[in-house]
Every structure is written in structure tokens, then in C-alpha cells.
Nanobody, 132 residues
Framework: QGQLAESGGDSVQAGGSLRLSCVAS????????MGWFRQAPGKEREGVAI???????LYGDSVKGRFTISRDNVKNTLYLEMNSLKPEDTAMYYC??????????????????????????WGQGTQVTVSS
């Protein structure tokens, strides 16, 4: 079974930038939808950005124009470039993968992100904290 491991989370000032990485191991995720999701204390899980097998991307409204998702299939790594960070971006950020993408699309398009699905593989998360 595949595993996902995030890194890059940190504490930054508002307006700053961070780059998150997610290294996949145990299987090749070339055919999988990959994505970033986040959850702040007391709030529901939120879709941040997903990238399809063909490179098509989809972003949550709150991060459009500030965040960029990308994938390197050779390195089996997913990235999230975050710019112009705001205090409301503070959350635990999770990398995830899903073959077929049905749960991913439901979460991103309808905000229906809970519960998760058995079809989704999750990383352990990396904390991003943005101070004003």
C-alpha cells in the first residue's frame, strides 16, 4: 500500500510564502488524482487544490491566485506553492491521492469533504501557521 509524507509546514508572517512537498512511496501515483486539503481547529476539512492525471488543476475559492499545485511524476512528488499567506490559511495541511477522483471532485465542487472515503490515501499532515 502506498504512503504519502508531507513536509514544508512552518510558522510565517502574513504576506509570506511557503512551499509544501508530499513524497509518495510504495506505489506509483501517476494515474491518481493528487491534492491538498486542510483543516483548522474547530472547522471542517476544506479542499485547497487538486491536480488530475492530465495536469488539470482545480482550486478552492479562498486560495485562487495565491496557491499553485504541481506534481513531478518522475520524483513521485506533489507540491503546493503558497504565496500571500493570510492568518486564515492557518491549518493542518494534508496531501491525498485518489484513483478516479470522485471524492476529490465532490469535496472541491460541493464542499462535501466529510467523511473521507476508503478510496482516498492520506498523509500525516504538516502544520502551517500564519501570524498577523
Amino acid at each position: 500500500q502506498g504512503q504519502l509524507a508531507e513536509s514544508g509546514g512552518d510558522s510565517v508572517q502574513a504576506g509570506g510564502s511557503l512551499r509544501l512537498s508530499c513524497v509518495a512511496s510504495g506505489r506509483t501515483y501517476t494515474e491518481y488524482y493528487m491534492g491538498w486539503f486542510r483543516q483548522a481547529p474547530g472547522k471542517e476539512r476544506e479542499g485547497v487544490a487538486i491536480i488530475q492525471r492530465d495536469g488539470t488543476t482545480l482550486y478552492g475559492d479562498s486560495v485562487k491566485g495565491r496557491f499553485t499545485i504541481s506534481r513531478d511524476n518522475v520524483k513521485n512528488t506533489l507540491y503546493l506553492e503558497m504565496n500571500s499567506l493570510k492568518p486564515e490559511d492557518t491549518a493542518m495541511y494534508y496531501c491525498a491521492a485518489e484513483l478516479g477522483g470522485s471524492w476529490f471532485r465532490r469535496c472541491m465542487s460541493r464542499g462535501d469533504c466529510a467523511p473521507s472515503s476508503a478510496t482516498v490515501t492520506w498523509g500525516q499532515g504538516t502544520q502551517v501557521t500564519v501570524s498577523s
